[in-house]
């Protein structure tokens, strides 16, 4: 059996909705003006060129410049750090992906089958830790390809570190 609404209904729905549109309006140039402002709420001046930061800027005597003129040249600081951290994470991502991989636990019990290679993005990752090379020294990051082998990593870090705890006296 259909509803039927009241107009007193009808209208408490377009009024809400009316609402939520203007408040989600507000929100969306709230949003824009904080990305457009500088650090203190002042705008960043418009022509504000990033190529502009000199060493001049970075060596300014932030103690006794005047207060509108530090802030802009903070402004502009700190959009190029931003831009600058940015491409650097970009570029430390880039040498750290490639297309395909080695499963770090290829070849060993019940786990992939070695010298097989599969397609990024791995399925488990651990790029801080990584995995110490005991010839070398050396930390390569750990690229697994399944379920299964993480779980069988995860085993081997723990049989690993027992080991330390053992010859430690640390158990």
């Known amino acids: 059996m259909p509803r039927i609404r009241t107009l007193e209904a009808i209208n ?5 909705r009316a609402e939520n549109k203007r408040k989600k309006e507000e929100r969306a140039a709230a949003r824009l003006a904080r990305k457009t402002q500088g650090t203190f709420g002042d705008p960043v001046p418009p022509g504000t060129e990033i190529a502009s930061v000199t060493p001049a800027i970075m060596k300014a005597d932030w103690h006794t410049i005047p207060m509108p003129e530090a802030q802009r040249q903070y402004a502009i600081l ?3 750090f931003e ?12 040498s750290t992906q490639i297309e395909f991989y080695e499963c770090f636990m290829a070849g060993r019990d019940k786990c992939c089958s070695k010298g097989t290679k599969h397609r990024m993005p791995a399925r488990g990752t651990d790029y801080e830790n990584g995995h110490k090379d005991p010839k070398t020294g050396l930390v390569t990051p750990v690229l697994i390809c399944s379920e299964n082998c ?3 990593f995860q085993g081997l870090l ?3 570190r027992r080991e ?6 640390t158990l």
């Open 12 to 16: 408490k729905a377009r009024n809400t």
């Open 78 to 80: 700190k959009v190029e």
């Open 83 to 94: 831009r600058a951290g940015k491409i650097l994470n970009a570029r430390a991502m880039a």
């Open 150 to 152: 993480w779980i069988r």
């Open 158 to 160: 723990i049989d690993q």
């Open 164 to 169: 330390r705890h053992a010859v430690a006296g």
